[in-house]
């Protein structure tokens, strides 16, 4: 007697069609959508390592769990291309790039140096010394301005003649406003002798 034989029934079309789609990226929008499990695959390294591409701005996220396909792609090449250029420099270039980042410290140093020299002369001032300075200036002003009143009023009483009342006025109102126009620079000057350990370790 014959032995039956026993085949493993094979999946139907739109079984097929259902677990293809889950594996395989989608257009939306114009773009291919594709997840961090996918471009794990595509580029040989852990999910981790794709949501560090992720931050460092590699790979593009568009969404929860979505990712700009083709720019990921074409940003991982491009990177993967600049590192594999620095390895192959050669040791002239390199010296070049380093006497290059030197030179721009040289200048910031410089720079650095002019702006204290700058504060030292009075020339210059910190932000937050300058608003202190024209906050309390102001705030004194205005209090002496408002007590222009009150103060003259007692010494006006009976006061008839309109250029002694506006003699007196005007003083008050300009010896508020000499409050504002007035300050001395002695009191933000820095001391930089802190500044020379910092400039000891930049020249090593």
Not at 16 to 31: I, L, M, Q, Y
Not at 65 to 83: E, F, G, H, T, W
Not at 172 to 179: M, N, R, S
Request: net charge neutral.
């Amino acid at each position: 007697m014959a032995e039956k034989k026993t085949t493993a029934k094979k999946p139907t079309s739109k079984t097929a069609t259902k677990t293809a789609t889950k594996s395989r990226a989608k257009k939306e929008d114009g773009v291919l959508v594709c997840t961090t499990a996918h471009l794990s695959k595509m580029f040989g390294i852990s999910e981790r390592q794709i949501y560090n591409l992720i931050e460092n701005g590699v790979v593009i996220k568009i969404g929860a769990n979505k990712l700009d396909c083709v720019q990921s792609v074409a940003n991982y090449i491009n990177q993967m291309r600049k590192q594999e250029e620095l390895k192959n420099q050669r040791p002239e270039q390199i010296k070049s790039m380093t006497e290059a980042v030197k030179l721009q410290h040289e200048k910031f140093k410089t720079r650095k140096t002019e702006l204290q020299v700058l504060q030292i002369e009075g020339k210059m001032h910190y932000e937050e010394d300058v608003k202190a300075l024209w906050n309390g200036s102001i705030t004194a002003a205005k209090s002496r301005l408002q007590s222009i009143g009150v103060k003259l009023a007692p010494q006006l009483r009976g006061e008839t003649d309109e250029g002694v009342i506006q003699e007196y006025i005007d003083r008050e109102i300009y010896d508020a406003l000499k409050e504002v126009s007035e300050y001395d620079p002695a009191d933000y000057e820095t001391d930089f002798t802190a500044y020379s350990k910092d400039e000891g370790e930049d020249d090593e």
